[in-house]
């Protein structure tokens, strides 16, 4: 059985024991954590929500809370010495995919 789930403004496939790279979400590691936002449930039987399925869910642990790599942003106008170079590293939350609820 897979799911088609939601986060961070994002869709992820996962299925039991995947482990997934989301956008940041609050808690410690190895903390427990539940995904509501179900789309679809697939297998023999699937199921597709409009937009949600109701009573659904993801059961999830915190493996990892961290930065990703570094992505600069570099602006130059030509013939002005002008220029503007910024970085920036996203925050990300790393979790394992224990088991998924039927609603």
Do not use: N, W
Not at 28 to 50: N, S, Y
Request: overall charge positive.
């Amino acid at each position: 059985m897979y799911a088609v789930v939601r986060t961070g403004g994002k869709q992820y496939k996962v299925v039991k024991d995947s482990v997934l790279t989301v956008e940041s979400l609050d808690g410690e590691v190895g903390a427990k954590l539940t995904l509501g936002e179900v789309l679809m449930l697939g297998g023999d039987k699937p199921k597709l929500g409009a937009p949600l399925i109701a009573g659904a869910s993801i059961e999830c642990e915190i493996l990892e809370q961290g930065k990703g790599e570094k992505v600069i942003a570099f602006k130059k106008k030509r013939r002005k010495s002008t220029h503007r170079k910024r970085g920036h590293r996203q925050h990300f939350t790393k979790v394992k995919v224990l088991g998924i609820t039927a609603g």
